[in-house]
C-alpha cells in the first residue's frame, strides 16, 4: 500500500573466525599458516523501479547479512559473507529509529546505501598473528518510509473535482464516482505533452475541517506531500463543506501546514472547480483576490481554464527543472 512505515532491526554479517594451525614440519619446527576469517556481508538498500512495495519487509522484521566464512588451515583465508541487498521502491527514505534522524533518501534508480556493515574477519595466526575472532556485524534499528515521488500533488476539500481533473488530464482509468471522500488512498497519473514532456500528478485523499480529528480519510497521507513541486489547493465553486472560497483555501492550507510546517515553502495555486454551474464566480474572486494567492477558475466538465492552468503548471514544474 502507499504510505509504508516499517519497523527493522538490521545487522550485518559477522566476520568469520581467524584460523589458528600449524604447519608441523619434518625438523620439527611449528609453523603457524591459520587464514583470515571473510568479512561479514553488509545489509545494503537499493532503490527500484522494479521493487515490490514495502509491505514485504513487514513480515521480515529482522534482516541480518551472510556470515563471513571462518579462516582455514594452509593460509585459506575464508571468503567474504554475501551482502545482503534489499530492494526498495524509488522514494524509500531510512531513518534511524532512536533518534529518527535520516540515514538516506533512495530518489534514483539503482541509489543504494549501507545500512549496516558486516563485521571485519578475525586474524589467524600466520606470521605469528595471534588468532582472533571476528567482529560482530553493525546493529540498526530503522524505519523505513515510503513517500510518493510526484510533481504535483491536488490535495483538496471533498468531491472538488481532484479524479475528474486527473482524468482529464492523464486519461489514467481512474474510476468516476459522484459522492465525496471516494477517493481513499493517493491516486497516481502522467500528463504528458509537448511529445516527450511528462509530469507526474498525485492526488490524495480528501481534506477538511474534520479531518484532523480523524474523520474521512486523517491526514496521515498529507506527509507524501515532502517532496512535491507544487501544490494545487482544490475547491470547488459550490462551497460545500466551508462557508466561503477563502475559508475553504484557508481550511486547507491550515491543515497542510499544521501537518508539517516546512510544507509552507513548497509553491501551490488555488483552483477553482466547476465555474459551469451558473454560481456567482464573481464573489468567489473577489474573495480569493484578497487572499493574495494565484488561482485558477476552471471547470473540468467543460474544460474551461483547464489550459490556463495547465500553462501555469507547466512553467511552474519546467522551472524547477524537473522535466
Ligand atoms: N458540474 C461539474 N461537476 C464536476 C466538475 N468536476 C467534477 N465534477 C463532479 O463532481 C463530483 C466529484 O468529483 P471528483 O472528481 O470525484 O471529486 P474529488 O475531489 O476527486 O472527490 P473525492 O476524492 O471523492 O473527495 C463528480 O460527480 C464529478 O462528476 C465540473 O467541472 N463541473
Ligand atoms: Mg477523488
Not at 500528478?201 to 480519510?217: A, M, Q, V
Not at 488561482?295 to 527543472?321: A, D, N, P
Request: glycine share 14%.
Amino acid at each position: 500500500m502507499l504510505g509504508d512505515k516499517i519497523h527493522l532491526k538490521v545487522q550485518g554479517g559477522r566476520g568469520g573466525k581467524g584460523c589458528e594451525s600449524y604447519n608441523h614440519r619434518k625438523d620439527h619446527k611449528k609453523v603457524p599458516n591459520g587464514a583470515d576469517g571473510g568479512e561479514g556481508g553488509s545489509v545494503i538498500f537499493r532503490a527500484s523501479h522494479h521493487a515490490p512495495g514495502l509491505d514485504r519487509l513487514r513480515l521480515k522484521q529482522h534482516l541480518e547479512a551472510e556470515s563471513g566464512e571462518h579462516g582455514g588451515s594452509d593460509n585459506k583465508r575464508g571468503s567474504q559473507g554475501e551482502d545482503l541487498i534489499v530492494l526498495v521502491p524509488i522514494g524509500t527514505s531510512i531513518f534511524r529509529r532512536e533518534n529518527h534522524r535520516g540515514i538516506r533518501d533512495l530518489y534514483l534508480e539503482g541509489e543504494e546505501v549501507i545500512v549496516a556493515r558486516g563485521g571485519r574477519g578475525g586474524s589467524g595466526n600466520i606470521g605469528d598473528k595471534m588468532a582472533t575472532s571476528g567482529e560482530e556485524g553493525e546493529k540498526i534499528e530503522i524505519d523505513v518510509e515510503f513517500r510518493i515521488m510526484a510533481d504535483v500533488f491536488l490535495v483538496g476539500l471533498p468531491g472538488s473535482g481532484k479524479s475528474s481533473l486527473l482524468r482529464r488530464l492523464t486519461r489514467a482509468p481512474i474510476e468516476g464516482k459522484d459522492y465525496p471522500f471516494a477517493t481513499r488512498t493517493p491516486v497516481l497519473g502522467v500528463y504528458a505533452y509537448d511529445d516527450y514532456k511528462q509530469i507526474n500528478f498525485c492526488e490524495l485523499p480528501s481534506i477538511f475541517e474534520g479531518s484532523t480529528d480523524g474523520r474521512g480519510w486523517g491526514t496521515d497521507f498529507l506527509r507524501h506531500l515532502a517532496r512535491a513541486k507544487l501544490i494545487v489547493f482544490m475547491i470547488d465553486a459550490t462551497i460545500k463543506f466551508v462557508s466561503n472560497a477563502v475559508d475553504g483555501l484557508a481550511t486547507l492550507q491550515r491543515i497542510v501546514y499544521a501537518h508539517d510546517d516546512t510544507f509552507r515553502q513548497i509553491p501551490s495555486v488555488v483552483v477553482v472547480n466547476k465555474i459551469d454551474l451558473g454560481l456567482d464566480t464573481g464573489k468567489i474572486e473577489k474573495e480569493l483576490q484578497s487572499s493574495g494567492q494565484s488561482y485558477f477558475l476552471i471547470s473540468v466538465k467543460t474544460g474551461e481554464g483547464v489550459e490556463s492552468l495547465m500553462q501555469f503548471i507547466q512553467e511552474r514544474i519546467e522551472r524547477e527543472g524537473r522535466v
